[in-house]
């Protein structure tokens, strides 16, 4: 699909399509392609849409669509998931500007407190695959304060062992480590998992 083509659906078979290309895409595994598509996306999707000074319902629609293709892409991109998966700086480069578009499409469509710390997060995970330390650490700290705001504590103890991964700060690893276990959330095991391996692929 080109950047041009609009099918004769309109604006919402147009998002829903180049949200299928990019599902294939995800699925298929390659980091490369998966950015790839997803910058064709946001290219197609953002001069379909046009000037929404007043946005439609499906405009809006179409821009919650596109939020999540950027989340999406730029998250597989992030190394910190699994242990040996190396990011060359040009896909870091560019999974950090989706997860920007991915934040700026979440305040323009003022999604919640929780999505808003999802975005806030992912542009602090990449700058830590980046070495920008200080950085994560201020931008897990926002992240953290959105969703407390927005009653998600797991995320937000999530957060609070990040921020002690970037500082490089063990004691509050485990603290945040603790808290995840102690909520028995039904992600909790999975959150945990998810900081252990982060730890290790940043605090080796």
């Known amino acids: 699909m080109t950047a041009d083509a609009t099918p004769a659906g309109g604006l ?28 064709a996306a946001a290219a197609a999707l953002e001069t379909a849409i046009g000037p929404r000074d007043a946005p439609t319902k499906e405009q809006t629609a179409a821009l919650k669509t596109l939020r999540k293709i950027t989340y999406n892409s730029a998250a597989d991109a992030y190394p910190g998931w699994e242990l040996n998966t190396p990011r060359t700086a040009a896909e870091l480069a560019t999974a950090e500007t989706l997860a920007r578009k991915c934040l700026s499409l ?67 690893i485990d603290a945040a480590i603790d808290k995840i276990t102690g909520l028995n959330e039904k992600w909790s095991d999975a959150t945990k998992d998810q900081l252990v391996i982060a730890r290790q692929v940043y605090l080796p």
């Not at 699925?27 to 790839?36: F, M, R, S």
């Not at 700058?127 to 504590?153: I, N, V």
């Open 12 to 39: 919402t078979a147009l998002a829903n399509e180049w949200n299928e290309q990019v599902r294939a895409a995800r699925k298929a595994g390659d980091v490369g392609t998966i950015l790839a598509t997803a910058q």
């Open 106 to 172: 979440t305040e323009e469509c003022r999604e919640d407190a929780e999505h808003h710390g999802h975005a806030l997060w992912l542009i602090a995970a990449l700058d830590l695959a980046q070495g920008r330390r200080a950085a994560a650490a201020d931008g897990f700290r926002a992240a953290a304060a959105d969703h407390t705001a927005g009653g998600a504590p797991l995320s937000a103890a999530l957060c609070e062992g990040y921020i002690g991964i970037a500082s490089g700060d063990n004691a509050a």
